[in-house]
């Protein structure tokens, strides 16, 4: 693949489709949901350069952008930016497709596909940029492009409500984390990232870095609904399904994350990120898992979840350990699979029963069985349970815990988290489906195909990821995790370690 395919036909074959999907859609109609083949033509030019990318290969190409500053539009692929890339065009892929059949016969549908397109090519921009000021563009790109769809259905004063608290919350920490971009450059006379980590060590000795540190973190928070920016995410699910499932659970709230994992090599060795970013990430971690056991509508559940697995993976990437980066990773890969298969799969409960109250829900797997399925592989893929890819993230993440400076506490405190991940597990893949229902006149039904095959295919995927794991651990986590720790780094996933303290 050449680099400068890479940047000419992801991000501005993005946007010049997204500006031709309503026309495309009132010319095509329901053949409109073919806009599935851009991003699944990504994700499949992706797949054929993880060979080389697992081999220590990183792509990189730049354009003139201000010469005269000497700034260039420069991107780069490397391990990080791979798995990144991969869940954005796939997981995209199968939200056109769904979302083609959950808004079916919708007046603003083909707004649907444009803004989803410009997403999805915003999220790439973000990911596979080597420039700040790039990156920061495309950052706010996707602020902008999430406050349309999270107000999707404009004409509710909740969604519009919902739209702007995400906007004026993530756009606030945007210009937070431009301030401290501005500071690495001072810093270091650049805004290129890779510059930045070769710098590394005159950063953390400048008197700066610290301003620079919090100011960065605080976008990355804000984005990623660290506490006590988290009150956003929950609101946002006012946004229809597909919506939820694509920003909400895969790929904009990691956008943060993302960015401190990027940002690691720059500011690990800071003395405050252990202390700062460990601390931020426990109290989201252990904090959404509680709050999530209050709730009873499917979407806030996995809402609160979701924020409690942000929370997990920023503290994974505060422990600094080179067994915590890679536990992140595979916590990033495993939460994406599962918990956009989950809001998927609310989406069809919704569709095929006219609610998503789990008091209410109850005895609907026989009637929606492909549904069901969806639901109990991704449900005992976020509860933990052996040959799925989240038991093998679960394990990671006490191994990291009982190998820390605080092994009773933290492996208490993330005891407690996973606690309520369990319950909620069960509330959603298991109860709706085959506990007993709260009322009669539910009339549930399976939907289309469009409906419960994305959900379902992104579950079938965290079984074999977690039924072969050494897949993911070659092709994938090792090279991201890699290229957040800037040194080789042996992985090695298994089913079985044997009777450890861990399992």
Not at 138 to 165: D, V
Not at 372 to 387: F, H, K, R, T
Not at 496 to 503: E, R, S, V, Y
């Amino acid at each position: 693949m050449d680099p400068l395919i890479l940047l000419t036909g992801t991000v501005l074959s993005g946007i010049l489709l997204a500006a031709c999907a309503p026309l495309l859609y009132r010319r095509l109609g329901a053949y409109a949901a073919g806009l599935a083949f851009f991003p699944l033509a990504i994700f499949i030019q992706l797949c054929l350069a993880i060979p080389a990318l697992a081999a220590g290969a990183t792509w990189q190409a730049a354009l003139p952008w201000v010469p005269s500053l000497g700034l260039s539009l420069n991107v780069k692929l490397d391990g990080l930016g791979l798995v990144m890339a991969l869940l954005i065009s796939g997981i995209g892929a199968l939200v056109i497709i769904y979302g083609g059949a959950y808004l079916k016969g919708h007046p603003f549908l083909g707004r649907f596909y444009s803004l989803v397109i410009l997403f999805m090519t915003a999220m790439l921009g973000v990911v596979l940029s080597n420039n700040a000021l790039l990156l920061f563009v495309f950052w706010e790109l996707t602020s902008i492009s999430s406050f349309f769809l999270i107000g999707f259905e404009h004409h509710k004063a909740n969604a519009r409500a919902a739209a702007w608290q995400a906007l004026l919350v993530t756009g606030s920490g945007g210009l937070a984390m431009l301030a401290g971009f501005a500071l690495l450059g001072k810093i270091t006379g650049s805004f290129e990232i890779s510059q930045w980590i070769e710098s590394s060590a005159a950063v953390i000795a400048h008197p700066l870095a610290p301003a620079a540190f919090l100011l960065i973190l605080a976008g990355a928070a804000t984005k990623s609904a660290q506490f006590p920016f988290h009150f956003w995410l929950p609101n946002a699910m006012e946004a229809p399904t597909p919506v939820s499932a694509y920003l909400h659970s895969a790929t904009m709230v990691k956008a943060g994350v993302y960015l401190l994992a990027r940002l690691f090599p720059v500011f690990g060795g800071l003395a405050l990120w252990p202390v700062v970013v460990t601390t931020l990430g426990l109290v989201t971690l252990v904090g959404g898992a509680l709050l999530a056991l209050a709730q009873t509508d499917l979407k806030r559940l996995l809402a609160y979840t979701t924020i409690s697995a942000l929370g997990s993976m920023v503290f994974f990437l505060g422990l600094g350990t080179s067994l915590a980066v890679k536990t992140a990773v595979v916590v990033l890969i495993a939460h994406a699979l599962y918990k956009g298969a989950l809001f998927l799969v609310a989406g069809s409960v919704d569709h095929g029963t006219g609610t998503r109250d789990i008091a209410i829900l109850g005895g609907i797997g026989r009637a929606m069985p492909f549904t069901a399925a969806a639901a109990g592989l991704a449900g005992l893929s976020m509860a933990g349970i052996p040959l799925l890819l989240g038991f093998i993230a679960k394990e990671l993440m006490y191994e990291t815990t009982l190998e820390s400076a605080l092994p009773a506490l933290l492996s208490g405190l993330l005891l407690v988290a996973n606690v309520g991940m369990v319950a909620v597990a069960g509330w959603i893949g298991y109860r709706p489906f085959w506990g007993q229902p709260g009322q009669e006149d539910l009339h549930p039904h399976e939907g289309s195909a469009g409906l419960w095959l994305p959900p379902l295919l992104l579950a079938a995927l965290s079984l074999l990821l977690g039924t072969f794991p050494q897949l993911a651990g070659k092709w994938l986590v090792a090279p991201a995790a890699q290229a957040v720790w800037q040194a080789p780094l042996s992985v090695k996933l298994s089913i079985w370690h044997g009777l450890t303290p861990m399992l």
